[in-house]
C-alpha cells in the first residue's frame, strides 16, 4: 500500500507542473487561427452572388486561402461574423465596423451604394413618403442601422424582412406600395424595368469585412482585393 501511494504522489509531482505549463502556455488552442481556410458569409442577394463572390474567392485563392460561403441573413450574418463564427462576409456597408464590434474592413472599397427607396407605379415617390405614417413599408433588415436612425425616429411603419428577394416579391406584387434594400446602382436598369421609381436615400461604400482575430491579413487581402478590381477594369476598357 505504501509503494503505491508513493507512486501516485510522485506522478502528480509529475503532473501537476505538466497541467500548469498547459493553463499558462501561450500556445493555447483558443490563440490559434486557421488562415488556411475561410467561412465567408453571403447574403441572399443577387449582386452579391454574381459579382462580389466570386470576386472575392479569386482574392483569398491568390493569397492560398480556401473558402466556404454560407448564406446568412443580414443580422444573423453580423452576429456570426461579430462572435468568430465566421471569418468574414462577403460584402457589407462601410458602417458595420464600429468601435465596439469586433469586425474590420478591408479596404479598398469594393464599389459604392446607397439603401434606396423604391415606389411602386403609381404611388407617390420622395423622401418625405418615410415620414409618412399611413405609409407601409417593406425593408431589409438592419435599415435603421444603415439610416442612423432609431426606428422610433422615422413616422412610416417600417416592416423589416431579411431575404431580398421576399422583400421585392411583397413590391412587385401589390401587397406594399414602397419598400426600402441596398443596392450598389446595379439593379437600376432592373428597376426602371419593373416600373419601380428609386430614390437614394443614405449613401455607403461597400466593403469586404473580415473578424478581427484575422487583422493580420488585412495587408495581403487588401492588395489581392485590389488586384482583382484592377482586373475587371482591363477587362470592361
Known amino acids: 500500500m505504501k509503494r503505491k501511494c508513493k507512486f501516485l504522489a510522485s506522478s502528480a509531482k509529475k503532473i501537476f507542473p505538466l497541467f500548469i505549463t498547459l493553463l499558462f502556455s501561450p500556445f493555447k488552442v483558443v490563440a490559434e487561427h486557421d488562415d488556411s481556410h475561410f467561412v465567408i458569409g453571403e447574403l441572399n442577394h443577387p449582386r452579391v452572388n454574381n459579382f462580389y463572390k466570386p470576386l472575392i474567392e479569386r482574392a483569398y485563392r491568390s493569397i492560398g486561402i480556401e473558402v466556404t460561403f454560407e448564406k446568412v441573413g443580414g443580422e444573423r450574418g453580423l452576429r456570426l461574423l461579430n462572435q468568430g463564427m465566421t471569418d468574414a462576409d462577403v460584402v457589407r456597408f462601410d458602417v458595420v465596423a464600429q468601435p465596439d464590434n469586433n469586425i474590420v474592413i478591408v479596404p479598398p472599397a469594393l464599389s459604392h451604394g446607397a439603401s434606396f427607396l423604391l415606389c411602386i407605379r403609381g404611388a407617390k415617390c420622395s423622401k418625405d413618403v418615410i415620414e409618412n405614417p399611413d405609409n407601409a413599408i417593406a425593408a431589409t433588415t438592419r435599415f435603421f442601422f444603415n439610416m442612423g436612425k432609431q426606428s422610433r425616429a422615422l413616422k412610416a411603419n417600417i416592416f423589416e424582412f431579411d431575404d431580398f428577394h421576399h422583400v421585392i416579391d411583397l413590391l412587385l406584387s401589390g401587397r406594399f406600395d414602397y419598400a426600402i434594400m441596398p443596392s450598389d446602382h446595379s439593379e437600376e436598369d432592373i428597376f426602371r424595368r419593373s416600373g419601380i421609381e428609386f430614390i437614394p436615400l443614405v449613401e455607403h461604400e461597400i466593403v469586404h469585412v473580415i473578424h478581427k482575430k484575422h487583422s493580420h491579413l ?20
Request: hydrophobic residues 45%.
Open 218 to 237: 488585412v495587408g495581403d487581402l487588401s492588395e489581392a482585393i485590389a488586384k482583382q478590381l484592377a482586373l475587371l477594369d482591363q477587362q470592361q476598357n
